[in-house]
């Protein structure tokens, strides 16, 4: 009487899960990068949309305005001729500063990968790994290897496209608002919160659960483990696939490799990526994107020129 095995079939989907390929084909775009002058004409303008706040080099003593409450000036310390300072301290304002001048190195960081941003939902395309048991008994301590080949990257997940403009930090208070917030004017009524209970839960033996996850190996590498899986069961993995901006006109491959210990031999499945590139104007690409209202009309000042 013969043994009875597991069977492990590997199939790979496009995005439609009904749709089986041997081979993913990418069609990059490729966005010209801003030139230095470019960027600097950009900061620019934000900066002139957003400059510093100045403050005065003495205390200005400035009677509180007759629209307060008795209540607001008690909690001010003073009356009617309280002098109502508008600097704040030296400290708020050379940490204003320092936060001016990290949001003006963000602006140009921002600027300068921008363009390898809009370029990023036309370099990754979503695969579905299937995996089944068509065996007759369950496969004991599953282990499925993921392996991205050559110059592509493989992830989890969709790389999220983050288009959030820096925001400028906002100037501090003068000193006597300062200290009207602290006295609990204007502040808010801080919210409870229970105490943080972890939800600690055993991992189920019969699904995979990663081993080895892939950001932990730049990308390249990744597995996914499961203690008994059952015969006849099948179960799905989504995968996307990149193609980093160094490797346009590249090809690679993505290999997957199945174990179990009661198999004799391992299965393999490798989908082959071919990618392809056409350059794309930056302002047509940010014009087909979901950038923020204000970042468009900041680009609209290089298209004046």
């Known amino acids: 009487m013969s043994k009875q095995l597991p069977n492990i079939s590997l199939k790979i989907f496009s ?3 009904n749709d089986e390929i041997n081979v993913a ?3 990059c775009v490729a966005v010209q990068r801003f030139a230095t002058h470019d960027i600097d004409k950009l900061l620019s303008f934000v900066i002139s949309k957003h400059p510093m706040a100045k403050f005065p080099r003495e205390q200005t003593p400035q009677k509180i305005p007759a629209s307060f409450s008795f209540s607001e000036i008690t909690a001010m310390g003073g009356f009617m001729d309280h002098a109502f300072n508008q600097r704040p301290s030296d400290t708020e304002i050379l940490e204003y500063e320092r936060a001016y001048s990290k949001f003006s190195d963000k602006v140009k960081k921002y600027f300068d990968h921008l363009p390898a941003i809009l ?4 370099r990754q395309i979503l695969i579905n790994i299937h995996i089944k048991n068509t065996g007759s008994v369950p496969a004991e301590d599953v282990l499925i290897e993921i392996e991205a080949v050559g110059g592509i990257r493989v992830h989890s997940q969709a790389l999220k496209v983050d288009y959030d403009f820096p925001k400028a930090p906002a100037p501090p208070m003068p000193r006597a608002m300062a200290l009207a917030a602290q006295n609990g004017m204007g502040m808010p009524i801080p919210e409870f919160r229970p105490p943080y209970m972890p939800n600690v839960s055993l991992p189920d033996p019969e699904d995979f659960h990663w081993r080895e996850k892939l950001k932990e190996t730049q990308w390249r590498f990744g597995s996914l483990k499961c203690a008994r899986f059952r015969h ?3 179960w799905n993995l989504k995968l996307w696939v990149i193609i980093p901006s160094s490797n346009d006109g590249g090809t ?5 490799t199945a174990r179990a210990g009661n198999l004799p031999t391992s299965v393999t499945a490798v989908l082959p ?7 794309v104007g930056l302002w047509e690409i940010a014009q087909a ?7 468009m ?3 609209e000042i290089l298209q004046e020129t």
């Open 15 to 17: 995005e439609n899960i």
């Open 25 to 27: 084909s990418i069609d």
């Open 119 to 122: 370029e990023l939902p036309y």
């Open 232 to 234: 006849e069961k099948s």
């Open 252 to 256: 690679g491959a993505l290999k997957i």
């Open 273 to 279: 990526v071919k990618a392809s590139s056409r350059d």
């Open 289 to 295: 994107s979901n950038l923020p209202e204000r970042v």
């Open 297 to 299: 009309k900041t680009l």
